[in-house]
């Protein structure tokens, strides 16, 4: 049985003060829910929050004891050099991060990133025990044109080069995100996102054997609300949700939560 994952990508929102604020009630409104609780304790469910760079520590700071990953939005493959602007593997370990998203599809679109650069950082991450959450999906153009599955097969060669069998137990987290979805209001339906994300767990195997497409964690991110989330999560090859804007709230986050249960 894999685990439900569910993940709240802030983007550029919530500066350290409203992180604080976020995780105050956040965690007092988990402390209420004794089904979530539980099921974080019995690890069934996991829930990940991927604050903007300087509101990663105090994140970790005001989430105290209660059980919430806190990871990167990004990351550089290289420990340290001259990289203006960027961060390292080793600097998000040593202030306590364990995951980073790799190749969202704002940092694919807008800043330009390749997959041979997510890749790199997919490589650094793991040699550094950080868990990527790698991020494919193809554009509006890609499903009108009837290339999707060609589009995420060349994502997933390309972006997961050399790695291994072995870093599919439990080491990395691939999110299916369609671009035409995220943001806009318009989510894939169940089914659609269900064909993908089973199309990427089969290309798993294809790529790294049996055992690991069955232990890969598979989210699907996309204009996910408190409304829609449990169609999607009862999905047979959708291990968990990627979400942006409903994230932002506390109250939206814990129903999303909910609705893994
Ligand atoms: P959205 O963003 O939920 O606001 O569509 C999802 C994402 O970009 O990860």
Redesign the pocket.
């Known amino acids: 049985m894999r685990k439900k994952f569910i993940a709240g ?1 802030w ?1 550029m929102f919530n500066a350290p003060a409203a992180t604080t604020a976020f995780m105050s009630a956040f965690t007092a409104s988990l402390a209420d829910k004794a089904d979530v609780a539980a099921a974080l304790s019995d690890g069934k469910i996991a829930i990940a929050l991927f604050p903007p760079f300087v509101s990663l520590q105090p994140a970790i700071k005001a989430k105290g004891n209660a059980d919430i990953i806190i990871g990167a939005q990004n990351v550089h493959w290289e420990e340290s050099g001259a990289f203006t602007g960027e961060v390292s593997v080793p600097m998000l370990k040593e202030i306590g991060c364990t995951h980073a ?1 790799i190749g ?3 940092r694919r679109h807008i800043f330009r990133e390749t997959n041979e650069e997510l890749n790199k950082k997919i490589k650094a991450a793991l040699k550094g025990n950080i868990t990527p959450v790698f ?1 494919v999906g193809e554009l509006l153009s890609d499903r009108e044109g009837e290339n999707t599955f060609a589009v995420i097969k060349t994502q997933l060669v390309e972006g997961l080069k050399d790695l291994t069998a072995a870093d599919f137990t439990d080491k990395v987290i691939i ?1 299916y ?1 369609p671009v035409w ?5 318009k ?1 894939a339906s169940s089914e659609d996102a269900q064909e993908v994300c089973c199309f990427i767990r089969d290309e798993i195997k294809t790529l790294f054997g049996a055992t690991a497409a069955d232990k890969v964690l598979i989210l699907y ?5 408190p409304a829609n989330a449990a169609s999607i999560l009862s999905q047979k090859d959708i291990d968990g949700v ?6 932002l709230k506390p109250d939206s986050f814990i129903e999303i939560t909910e609705a893994a249960l």
């Open positions: 990508n983007k998203i969202h599809s704002e991020c999110a995100e979805a995220i943001g806009t209001g989510t991110g996309g204009s996910v609300k990627l979400v942006g804007g409903a994230s």
